[in-house]
């Protein structure tokens, strides 16, 4: 190869153009100086360039109909197999050919009457896992596209072979089209087909950003894979942009928001397997902190405004806060993903982040909680028979106890087995067995600080009893079916009939 560069002088290259498919390159040969033309890139693109062909005699053969037909079936049994074809072709011209009509020298490359050299077909095979990963997203709801600039009938035998397109299952004709094709669709049948479409080939950069922008249109989430130059745009336009760490270039990483390092999708499927983890996690923490908040602040209020006191002092309020802001949120927090969350739809631009299932969990606790220790609070004295500062000790006590065994079923929202994989999660046991040691040392030895009186054996046994009620409570609640319609959205329309009289009344008295 080394010689063969040293016999010839290159003149001019014509780099990989992503419109045109194809690069190109002008030699002298020194031996004989004469000049040549050399075209390599997608194959039915060099096909089109060639009037002639070397056969396999290595004669040159003018190229007719039926000759060019035949290549482009081999082509396109080829790109069925899955393979990349690539196609080589040359021209000898001469020193007036290199020139224009001036006769001064031009720097472009002939491009017509080439002689079709051969085709070469590339195999990039799937990586390992790619298939299942592509079925994970798939059964996560996630929609996979694949755009491409390779060849329809490649790209349709790899989209097969990851897993994009059914194997058995005839593809649709709006399944699989071509850049072009989508291009020069007008807004309205672009908007109509983009669900649709499952696979675009030989497509250019800006059909990538295209089909970024109309799914983002529709309100989809949108997610965008890239390594080249090119794909910064769509990276940046998309919702979440993931670069390839190793052959991805510097420009699609600073376009990207998340950068994988191994340049496998299965990489995909972890990424979104964590972000639900996280989501999830965030709204478990909402309804635990919420359930604690209602219940203390309608408490507190109540008391306060029927008795003139109230039963949970700043300290304990401040104790309370801590145990939920600080350790519970790291409990909750440090859940780790699992299968069922990827069995779940996924969560739309415009859902909301505390949902109906959150509202029937919290509501039912805080009502249970707001009821136990309301019930104390005006009758606890009497039932137990003891001093005003043990009952309010017994109130304070029963209402973090209740938050305790309440940080068990905010572990899932929707299952009644809350216990499921919780001995993997030494954190959270270790974050519980905290907050009780912190509580004990709370009322039995800081009693001046905590505002509290120590309690024996039978009255910590009765305030457990009561919290430990919440895990019945939270079983039954989770039977409750709930509307799929956010529990907030029942107030726009009576809100939006009330604009509606008011604007005609307004206007009726302006006339």
Not at 28 to 48: F, P, Q, S
Not at 85 to 106: L, Q, S, V, Y
Not at 140 to 158: E, L, R, W, Y
Not at 251 to 271: G, P
């Amino acid at each position: 190869m080394e010689k063969l560069k040293e016999s010839c002088t290159i003149l001019h290259v014509e780099t990989f153009n992503s419109e045109k498919k194809r690069s190109g390159v002008s030699i002298r040969k020194k031996a004989d100086n004469t000049v040549h033309v050399h075209w390599k890139g997608a194959a039915e693109m060099i096909l089109a360039l060639c009037s002639s062909y070397y056969d396999s005699r290595g004669s040159i053969k003018s190229m007719d109909e039926d000759e060019r037909s035949k290549i482009e079936k081999i082509i396109q049994g080829m790109a069925a197999s899955s393979l990349r074809c690539i196609a080589f072709a040359h021209k000898r011209i001469t020193e007036e050919g290199m020139k224009d009509n001036d006769g001064e020298p031009h720097q472009r490359l002939q491009e017509d009457g080439l002689t079709l050299l051969g085709i070469v077909g590339l195999k990039d095979p799937c990586r390992i896992g790619a298939k299942k990963a592509v079925e994970i997203c798939k059964a996560a709801g996630v929609s996979v596209k694949m755009i491409t600039g390779d060849n329809i009938f490649t790209a349709k035998a790899i989209a097969t072979e990851c897993g994009i397109l059914e194997l058995k299952s005839q593809v649709d004709s709006e399944e699989v089209v071509e850049g072009v094709v989508f291009r020069n669709y007008t807004d309205e049948q672009r908007m109509e087909k983009v669900d649709k479409i499952r696979v675009m080939a030989r497509s250019s950069p800006f059909d990538k950003l295209l089909m970024v922008q109309c799914l983002r249109q529709k309100g989809h989430v949108v997610a965008v894979t890239g390594d080249g130059t090119n794909d910064a745009p769509a990276l940046k336009e998309a919702d979440i942009g993931l670069s390839m760490g190793i052959q991805g270039t510097e420009v699609a990483k600073e376009s990207s928001d998340i950068v994988i390092l191994d340049d496998n999708f299965t990489s995909v499927a972890t990424v979104l397997r964590w972000g639900r983890c996280v989501y999830n996690n965030i709204q478990k923490f909402i309804q635990f902190q919420l359930t604690v908040n209602v219940a203390a602040l309608v408490i507190n209020f109540i008391a306060a405004v029927s008795a003139g006191e109230v039963p949970l002092t700043a300290v304990q309020l401040l104790w309370v806060n801590l145990i939920m802001d600080t350790l519970g949120a790291l409990a909750l927090a440090t859940e780790r993903p699992t299968d069922e969350l990827m069995e779940m739809s996924p969560v739309g631009r415009t859902a909301p982040l505390i949902t109906n299932i959150m509202w029937r969990n919290l509501l039912a606790q805080a009502f249970y909680q707001i009821t136990i220790l309301l019930t104390l609070q005006f009758a606890g004295e009497s039932i137990f028979n003891v001093s005003a500062e043990v009952n309010d000790t017994l109130i304070f006590n029963t209402f973090v106890l209740c938050q305790v065994f309440n940080e068990f079923n905010a572990r899932n929202m929707e299952k009644q087995n809350v216990f499921k994989g919780i001995h993997r999660n030494h954190l959270f046991l270790g974050i519980i067995a905290t907050t009780i040691v912190l509580q004990v040392v709370m009322v039995e030895f800081l009693k001046k600080f905590a505002s509290t009186e120590r309690l024996n054996w039978w009255q910590w046994v009765t305030c457990i009893a009561f919290a430990a009620v919440s895990w019945p409570i939270g079983w039954f609640v989770k039977l409750i079916p709930v509307s799929g319609k956010p529990f907030l959205s029942h107030l726009k329309r009576p809100v939006a009939t009330y604009k509606r009289v008011m604007h005609s009344i307004y206007f009726r008295g302006t006339s």
